[in-house]
């Protein structure tokens, strides 16, 4: 499903298999893999904004008036139908695969069709900026302002905030949430777990996974890192209406 440069074929493939298991499950409505060409940052406040177009990061980048990476991102969600019957569709998810909730492939003529939720893979874009604490509410807030200004902004904007420690809430933000995160070298795998019943269920998971002397060590529970997070309102929103029935592990 994802193409990877660090975890090799089987590596990969368990991490799917995994991540598909508690995605199916309600545990969180989508999964990331970014990658850069050196190693990425593992401290310090993080902000992802993620979207599928360059142009419209370079925009954003511009207003955040900092130093930053665009960085390409792999990504597989549910999606919101409105998306499936916009003129940009055909651009936007010009190179995706669509999948049913049993993840069977629907053709990209079909999924046009469909006004409803499906589940979607596609290569996209995150612009990662490297912050400090002290100016993490402005920069966000230049960042808003110009995405609104914008002909092609973002309708369901996706702002996640990862820090070492839980900040001050910001306006327009949602706290309670958690970025967990496995990470190696220049590639890190990250999702968004939105409260804390799903995040001791992931734990919970991880730590049954892990019991027995055949886990693999790309599954160790040490090799997950587990942040505080607080993401847009918007994105909050869109994560609870999309997520599929939580089912925990027991």
């Known amino acids: 499903m994802f193409q990877s440069r660090e975890f090799n074929p089987a590596e990969m493939r368990t991490v799917i298999d995994h991540m598909l298991r508690l995605y199916k499950r309600g545990h969180f409505t989508g999964a990331n893999l970014i990658q850069n060409d050196a190693a990425l940052p593992l401290t310090g406040i993080l902000v992802h904004f993620l979207h599928s177009q360059i142009p419209h990061l370079e925009n954003i980048q511009k207003a ?12 597989f969600y549910r999606t919101d139908p409105k998306y499936h019957t916009k003129d940009e569709f055909w651009n936007d998810y010009a190179n995706a695969t669509f999948f049913d909730d049993d993840l ?10 469909m006004k409803k939720v499906l589940n979607v893979k596609n290569p996209e874009f995150d612009l990662l900026l490297d912050l400090t ?3 993490l509410e402005a920069v966000i807030n230049r960042m808003q302002v110009r995405n609104d200004s914008l002909k092609t902004k973002w309708e369901d904007p996706v702002v996640i905030v990862k820090s070492p420690v839980k900040l001050a809430s910001m306006p327009g933000f949602i706290n309670e949430l958690h970025f967990v995160s496995l990470t190696r070298g220049s590639e890190e795998f990250y ?20 019991a027995t002397p055949n886990c693999p060590s790309t599954l160790s529970e040490n090799a997950f890192a587990f942040h505080p997070s607080q993401v847009n309102k918007e994105f909050a ?3 609870l209406n999309r997520s599929m029935p939580f089912q925990p592990e027991e």
């Open 191 to 210: 999702v968004i777990v939105n409260d804390e019943s799903r995040l001791k269920s992931l734990q919970s998971y991880l730590k049954k996974l892990c």
């Open 64 to 75: 955040a008036d900092m130093e930053g990476k665009i960085l390409s991102r792999q990504t």
């Open 133 to 135: 604490q002290g100016n």
């Open 237 to 239: 929103t869109y994560m």
């Open 104 to 113: 069977t492939i629907i053709p990209l003529e079909d999924a046009w069709k």
